[in-house]
């Protein structure tokens, strides 16, 4: 079984990929101020807000420490950023849509890690993270 400090380090990565996505969508938010797609991107930013919060809770009550930010991940902040300035609108979005699968592969690798197995089960009720269509990480106690 995996010891608690194991459970924290597992869990650093996903917190810290969905502080960029908080960094991602604030940042692309501005860009599409006014525009239809801003509500939609403001509920998704809510719900990286959220993973965040709760994603923080668990690491330190599995003893671990979180880094103030996202780090190396923040970088593709700003490469959605750059990309809204370039290429527009539309690639934007297509930044977005890539990074949000990127963290579904994340959290579904998560599920497959020896260290979480133990204390992660899909069900329903107060999860970890999650979002309509997306893998739930449960823990318990």
């Not at 079984?1 to 990565?13: E, F, K, R, S």
Request: proline share 6%; with cysteine; net charge neutral.
């Amino acid at each position: 079984m995996a010891t608690t400090t194991q459970c924290a380090d597992a869990l650093i990565p996903l917190c810290r990929g969905e502080q960029s996505a908080v960094q991602t969508y604030e940042q692309a938010l501005a860009k599409f101020e006014g525009r239809p797609e801003a509500p939609e991107l403001r509920q998704i930013l809510r719900e990286h807000e959220q993973a965040v919060s709760n994603l923080r809770q668990h690491v330190i009550r599995f003893g671990g420490e979180m880094p103030p930010s996202a780090g190396t991940w923040g970088a593709f902040a700003i490469l959605v950023e750059g990309t809204a300035k370039l290429f527009g609108y539309s690639s934007a979005l297509t930044a977005l849509r890539r990074g949000e699968e990127q963290g579904v592969a994340d959290y579904e690798a998560a599920l497959q890690n020896k260290d979480l197995s133990a204390i992660a089960s899909p069900r329903s009720g107060p999860c970890c993270c999650r979002r309509p269509g997306t893998t739930s990480l449960c823990w318990s106690g």
